[in-house]
């Protein structure tokens, strides 16, 4: 392609998918976001719509595509537990089929394509902090399986189109990631914890609360996700991308209601299956090879997203 570059961003009406279509139009790429918005929302790319250099196409990736671009950046799986566990079947030919297609494409226009990844295909991890050598803990046949187990297969798409056909593959498994357009219904944690103290309602802890996450501010993972794409072709991954700042739930319930000031009270629900039970990324290679480290503190990054709940919270 002549002059400036196009790249598709496979997902770009979700939330991490929307940043980055915004982050590489205002680095002088053209883009083109597709999505058939099963999570995502219009809403999220509205503001993209009048840039000359974004176009927005439908369309679900288990079907072929043609397109002629010069990279592809593959975030198309809904992410949340309760999203994702909802059409399990769709969510695993999502991830399967879906990079069989994006693959075809990289390999027929011999162009990178980088895949979101994540913690997921360390299940329930026996090793903490977890680093890209250990192969993980994964129920195969349980409530999370059609997301982490559709993951693991997609890395292994990835690799082998790279082994086998010389496709420059990208994988970031990505840790738990938030801020604003993070969809105010879709059950994750930060989301549901903000949105329930802005409303003033129970704060729904699942268990005892004394399992950890670590929470990435958006702005930190784009940054990261560029400097992959931007490596040598060499460079294939996996890469963790994640803040190893660790917080347990209860910890986290906590935070969020002293930064919102909310009357909300903390309640208790049943732990879902397979929850894990500890999660912390070791990102000394995302260190090494991007020299890529996550700046915005938690306290920070809360109070960018509460201000975006409580925008988002009155014009409803
Ligand atoms: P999201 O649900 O907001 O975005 C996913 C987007 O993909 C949505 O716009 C959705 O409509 C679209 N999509 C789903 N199935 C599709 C299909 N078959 N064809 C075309 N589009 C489809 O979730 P997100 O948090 O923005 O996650 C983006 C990617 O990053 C996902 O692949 C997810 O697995 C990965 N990831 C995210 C996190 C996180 O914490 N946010 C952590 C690990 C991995
Ligand atoms: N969680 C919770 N209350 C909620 C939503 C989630 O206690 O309202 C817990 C959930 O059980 C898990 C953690 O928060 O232990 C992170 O959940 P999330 O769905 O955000 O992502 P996961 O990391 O499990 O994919």
């Known amino acids: ?24 139009l205002d680095d002088g790429a053209d883009v083109i976001c597709l999505d058939n918005f099963y999570t995502g929302s219009k809403d999220n790319i509205r503001h993209l719509l009048p840039n000359p250099g974004f ?22 799986c809904p992410a949340s537990p ?3 566990q909802h059409d399990p079947i769709q969510t695993t030919k999502t991830s399967v089929m879906g990079a069989i297609n994006l693959l075809g494409m990289a390999k027929r226009l011999r162009i990178p394509i980088f895949q979101a990844s994540t913690s997921e295909v360390y299940g329930d ?23 982490d187990e559709g993951k693991r297969c997609a890395e292994t798409l990835f690799f082998d189109y790279h082994r086998q056909l010389g496709v420059e593959v990208k994988v970031a498994r990505i840790f ?22 802005l409303k003033n309602e129970d704060i729904t802890i699942y ?36 803040n190893p700042q660790e917080f347990t739930i209860l910890e986290l319930a906590e935070r969020i209601l002293e930064v919102t000031g909310s ?54």
């Open 176 to 197: 738990n990631t938030y801020g604003p357009r993070m969809h105010p219904n879709d059950g994750r944690v930060v989301s549901n914890f903000i949105v329930q103290a």
């Open 82 to 84: 309760i999203h994702y």
């Open 1 to 24: 392609m002549i002059g400036k570059k196009t790249i598709l961003v496979a997902g770009g009406g979700g939330f991490l998918g929307s940043h980055l279509c915004e982050r590489l």
């Open 55 to 76: 176009e927005l196409m439908r369309h679900d990736i288990t079907w072929p595509l043609y397109v002629e671009v010069d990279a592809i950046y593959n975030l198309a």
């Open 207 to 242: 268990g005892d609360g004394s399992q950890t996450r670590s929470f990435c501010y958006v702005n930190d993972l784009i940054d990261g996700i560029i400097r992959l794409m931007n490596t040598p072709p060499d460079v294939t991954g996996p890469v963790n991308l994640g």
């Open 263 to 316: 009357s909300s009270k903390i309640t208790r629900k049943p732990l879902p299956q397979d929850d894990p039970a500890r999660r912390r990324p070791d990102i000394s290679e995302a260190a090494k090879l991007l020299e890529w480290t996550p700046k915005v503190p938690l306290e920070e990054g809360l109070g960018k997203t509460i201000d975006y709940f409580n925008k988002t919270l009155s014009k409803k």
């Open 125 to 147: 991890p026996s090793v903490h902090p977890q680093p890209e050598s250990y192969w993980g803990n994964v129920n195969p046949i349980g409530i999370r399986s059609c997301y």
